[in-house]
């Protein structure tokens, strides 16, 4: 016959369940657990029930530190892992009983399986589970300081090892493209300085033949006409160079200072017209007065960027500018048109995308840029871009929150 007790600390000496239960709840990370009971279950047989009952009080428990139980006290997860803790031992008995009988030793062999798979099972969670993510907390901390040369140890008879060593393949990917990172930084700096030292010239150039067509120095309409048409020219050079300098400098576009203020609104695209036609080509239609929340500046680099866009766009077609006053809406809108092919449909809603280029875009000069400069510029603003296409060309609507 088989005789059971399980045996339990009492509350002041369950030292083991109580550091179980730190252990969980601080390197596991369960919270939520209020309280773990570790009960250790004897079986023994080839004895009598009187001998068993003096070794419930003297060899398997002590009164003064322990409780015993006859069954498992309550939890149908005690039962469970009684149940699993059965199955065991019962294999370890069949063994036993094939080998011609059940020596004395297994029987402290079995008592002692109860405590033992406990900590078995902490052992194994604390090697396999919670020792691997100690170091992938420890190895996270190193990247997020800047740390990417300390490699993470990993061991591939692991559970966790692929685990861990996918981490590690992450701060050697990390590392290559930071230091890719930093050639193009270089390499963009020297370029930005480059181009910035090339518009130095031709601007010398427009400079010198502006002052001299101001001085008189031009003497026939021929030598004046000469004179035009160089600084026409080199205005060429400065705008060409100038779209090479936003290419590298596109990357720093978040670092453009946007200072919203209350301005007055039609002055602000009266000017940006008039800065922008030199040749007559846009009309400047009604312009309702507002008090709008813009940067007077930023706002005319977008105007005037929407105005190149249509000049470049729509060669010789008319273009026209005017700007609404929305009071239910409390939003003023700046609306530009040009009469010309306008964007196909399928273009449309990724139009103002950077790089971005219709398909019949053909081979007109630009990279994509003129929309996305204006509305990433508007949007910082507070406002926003829309395109649609009219009958014919296209139009391009600036919105912006009226001053409160």
């Known amino acids: 016959m088989v005789y059971r007790i399980y045996v339990e600390k009492k509350p002041g000496f369950d030292v083991e369940a109580e550091g179980l239960k730190n ?15 570790l009960l250790n279950r004897y079986d023994v047989e080839g004895i009598s029930e009187e001998l068993f009952s003096q070794c419930c009080g003297t060899v398997f428990s002590e009164p003064q530190l322990d409780f015993t139980y006859t069954a498992v006290p309550e939890g149908a997860d005690a039962e469970a892992a009684d149940a699993a803790l059965s199955r065991a031992q019962d294999a370890l008995r069949a063994a036993a009983d094939a080998r011609g009988g059940l ?63 996918a981490f590690d393949n992450m701060r050697v990917e990390i590392k290559r493209a930071r ?5 193009a930084v270089e390499q963009g700096k020297t370029a930005v300085a480059a181009l910035s ?10 400079r010198a033949y502006s002052e001299a ?29 100038t779209d090479d300098l936003f290419l590298h400098a596109l990357a720093d576009l978040d670092r453009i200072q946007v200072r919203c203020e209350e301005a007055p609104i039609a002055r602000v695209v009266a000017q940006a017209v008039a800065d922008f036609d030199a040749g007559g080509r846009v ?29 470049k766009y729509a060669p010789g077609a008319d273009i026209e500018v005017e700007g609404v006053l929305d009071t239910a809406a409390r ?18 809603p990724f139009a103002a995308d950077r790089f971005y280029r219709g398909s019949n875009a053909g081979d007109a000069p ?19 871009l829309s395109l649609e296409n009219a009958e014919p060309g296209l139009v391009a609507v600036l919105e912006f929150p009226l001053a409160s």
């Open 23 to 37: 252990e969980l709840v601080s390197l596991l990370g369960i919270q939520s657990l209020n309280g773990v009971r």
């Open 103 to 165: 020596p004395v030793a297994l029987v402290w062999a079995l008592a002692a399986l109860g405590a033992a798979s406990a900590w078995g099972v902490v052992a194994y969670l604390y090697v396999g589970v919670v020792r691997p993510f100690m170091r992938l907390e420890a190895f996270a901390q190193d990247v997020a300081s800047g740390n990417l040369d300390a490699p993470l140890a990993y061991e591939r008879s692991n559970p966790f090892g692929r685990f861990t060593w």
């Open 179 to 183: 230091a890719a990172e930093a050639e």
């Open 197 to 206: 030292h090339d518009i130095k010239t031709p601007i010398a150039s427009i």
């Open 213 to 241: 067509l101001e001085l008189g120095l031009a003497r026939t309409q021929a030598e004046r006409e000469g004179y035009a048409r160089t600084i026409a020219r080199k205005c060429d050079e400065v705008t060409s160079l």
């Open 283 to 311: 009309t400047l239609g009604h312009l309702d007065e507002a008090q709008a929340s813009c940067d007077p500046k930023r706002l005319e680099q977008a105007i005037g960027n929407l105005l190149a866009n249509a000049a």
């Open 331 to 348: 939003a003023y809108r700046v609306r530009v048109r040009d009469r010309g092919p306008g964007i196909p449909p399928e273009d449309l």
């Open 366 to 384: 630009g990279a994509g840029l003129g929309l996305f400069i204006v509305r990433y510029l508007v949007e910082q603003m507070g406002g926003g």
